[in-house]
């Protein structure tokens, strides 16, 4: 039977892969967006009579949808790093009343909800790599606060469900991706570095560049999503790429990738609990879902130039 899932925030990056990738998969998909760092290019390019249905809807207020669903995913938030000061209280309330709403929507229906967590929820992380056991050194009132403890809280909340309503939940602990359709200007640090590299500016290294992530290409998550999805996974996935780099030798890749001779220059770090190593452990996903990223950085990097030559 066809499957018809409600995708919360899916005109942004992920939101656009995952939904491109449900739609070819035969699944009915309703998008639900704000729009607020989501593009009406990507809702006009999803959207397909038979297949894709966009409605414009701030989460943090109730909805209702009509027919069946069968799977809810929450990727409604903000998430870059800028966003954190531009629009804090607004990232609270879409992790809180966004993710209730969210879940009472899957409740009503039946449905399995699928919550996108992050990385972030470590925090400033003291255990390496990190594993799903690990709970975290989150700084409660620093700058990434908003972030982090809103999207504690949505793990919290979602656990609530499960047990109280045995609601099926899934948790994806996504780490660093990155790919075509992230926003040329939203501040994360691989759309920066190959917007300058294109524009001949030289790469800005907070706080010197030596931190490290690992970064994932879109359709590896998108893949890790799908799987998870379909999974009785009941305990959070770390999701994402166990290739670990420093934010330098991200900057010299692109640099290279590019042909660019702009350079790299040292800038203050934005915020001043900005993680300094970032690595998943990512054995429960290989165990329980079989899954394991495929696209190495220098090819998935080549695959992003295209898009953001266009806003250059
Ligand atoms: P994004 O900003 O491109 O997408 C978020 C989407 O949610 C946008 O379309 C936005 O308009 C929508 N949205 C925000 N507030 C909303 C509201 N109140 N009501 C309805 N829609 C709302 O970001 P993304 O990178 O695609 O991230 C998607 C999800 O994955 C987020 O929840 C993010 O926290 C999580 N995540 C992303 C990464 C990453 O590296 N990209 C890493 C970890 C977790
Ligand atoms: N960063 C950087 N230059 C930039 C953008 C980001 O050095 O132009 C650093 C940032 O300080 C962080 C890392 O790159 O240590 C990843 O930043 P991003 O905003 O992509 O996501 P984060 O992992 O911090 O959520």
């Known amino acids: 039977?066809?499957?018809?899932?409600?995708?919360?925030?899916?005109?942004?990056?992920?939101?656009?892969?995952?939904?491109?990738?449900?739609?070819?998969?035969?699944?009915?998909?309703?998008?639900?967006?704000?729009?607020?760092?989501?593009?009406?290019?990507?809702?006009?390019?999803?959207?397909?009579?038979?297949?894709?249905?966009?409605?414009?809807?701030?989460?943090?207020?109730?909805?209702?949808?009509?027919?069946?669903?069968?799977?809810?995913?929450?990727?409604?938030?903000?998430?870059?790093?800028?966003?954190?000061?531009?629009?804090?209280?607004?990232?609270?309330?879409?992790?809180?009343?966004?993710?209730?709403?969210?879940l009472e929507l899957a409740l009503h229906k039946g449905a399995t909800f699928l919550q996108a967590s992050t990385s972030e929820v470590y925090g400033d992380p003291e255990v390496h790599p990190q594993e799903e056991s690990y709970t975290g050194n989150v700084n409660i009132n620093g700058p990434r606060s908003v972030y982090d403890e809103g999207k504690r809280y949505a793990e919290a909340l979602c656990t609530a469900y499960a047990r109280k309503y045995r609601l099926p939940v899934r948790i994806a602990r996504i780490f660093n991706t990155y790919g075509p359709r992230m926003r040329a200007d939203d501040g994360r640090v691989v759309s920066n570095f190959i917007v300058r590299a294109l524009q001949g500016q030289p790469l800005e290294l907070y706080g010197g560049g030596q931190q490290t992530r690992s970064f994932c290409y879109v359709s590896d998550l998108v893949d890790g999503l799908f799987r998870l999805l379909q999974s009785d996974a009941d305990?959070?996935?770390?999701?994402?790429?166990?290739?670990?780099?420093?934010?330098?030798?991200?900057?010299?890749?692109?640099?290279?990738?590019?042909?660019?001779?702009?350079?790299?220059?040292?800038?203050?770090?934005?915020?001043?609990?900005?993680?300094?190593?970032?690595?998943?452990?990512?054995?429960?996903?290989?165990?329980?879902l079989g899954w394991e990223p495929r696209v190495v950085l220098e090819d998935g990097l080549e695959q992003c130039v295209p898009w953001f030559r266009e806003f250059v």
């Open 235 to 288: 305990s959070p996935v770390n999701l994402g790429n166990p290739a670990e780099y420093t934010i330098a030798e991200l900057a010299d890749a692109v640099l290279k990738l590019t042909g660019s001779d702009a350079g790299t220059e040292d800038k203050p770090l934005l915020h001043r609990d900005d993680p300094k190593r970032r690595c998943p452990n990512i054995e429960r996903a290989k165990t329980l």
């Open 1 to 102: 039977m066809r499957q018809r899932v409600v995708i919360a925030g899916g005109a942004g990056f992920i939101g656009y892969h995952l939904s491109t990738r449900l739609s070819h998969e035969g699944w009915s998909v309703v998008i639900v967006d704000n729009f607020a760092t989501g593009t009406h290019r990507n809702a006009a390019e999803l959207e397909q009579p038979d297949t894709c249905r966009v409605v414009t809807h701030d989460v943090c207020d109730p909805l209702t949808v009509e027919g069946p669903v069968d799977y809810v995913v929450n990727l409604a938030c903000p998430a870059s790093p800028v966003d954190f000061s531009r629009v804090p209280v607004e990232i609270m309330r879409v992790c809180s009343e966004g993710t209730l709403n969210l």
